[in-house]
């Protein structure tokens, strides 16, 4: 039987999955460092040779989560075509950042905590969401319809709503197609 460390490439990739997985379901100042090396079952001393401060290990399950938020972007810029139409576009990339309910649920919890810790964790999550506008604005320039404008210009306040939505408690296709509805509205 594999340990839970064999799971992972790193030591430090089973810390950064297992504060998400605790910050997630107790809120990012509800999951100690040293509930987090129970979790991952490794000694305390191990987790604070890599994390001596929670907010460090904050920031890296942020730019972890950062990084899926933009891969999970980029794989669906890569399936446009000129001919899709913008409001299936838009459905498949909600799909894929809401059916996530462990992911949506950590982009809850580090926006709210960013916003009321402020400093570089904000800064940090500001910085990717700039990142994820622009990026959405690249995908949409593979549509060819009034509505890929739309997405462009409001691919902002995209991020904006989509959390709304990812602090829902269960996810419909009408909640889906509710956001795309306002999102594309003129």
Known sequence: MKSKRQNYDSVQSLIIATAARLFTE???????????AKAADIAKGTLYYYYPAKDELIADTARTHGDWMGDTLLAWAETLQRDTDAHKAMKSLLH???WDEMHAKLHVVLVSH????GGELSALMDA???K???MLE???LKLQSNDARTIRARSGAFFSMLIGYMAKAEITDADIDE???IFLSR
């Open 128 to 130: 990717m969401r700039k």
């Open 96 to 98: 894929e950042l809401l």
């Open 132 to 134: 994820w506008a622009l």
């Open 26 to 36: 107790r809120g990012a100042d509800g999951a100690s460092l040293n509930d987090i």
């Open 138 to 140: 690249v995908g949409s």
């Open 114 to 117: 960013a916003a009321i810790a």
């Open 179 to 181: 956001f795309i509805e």
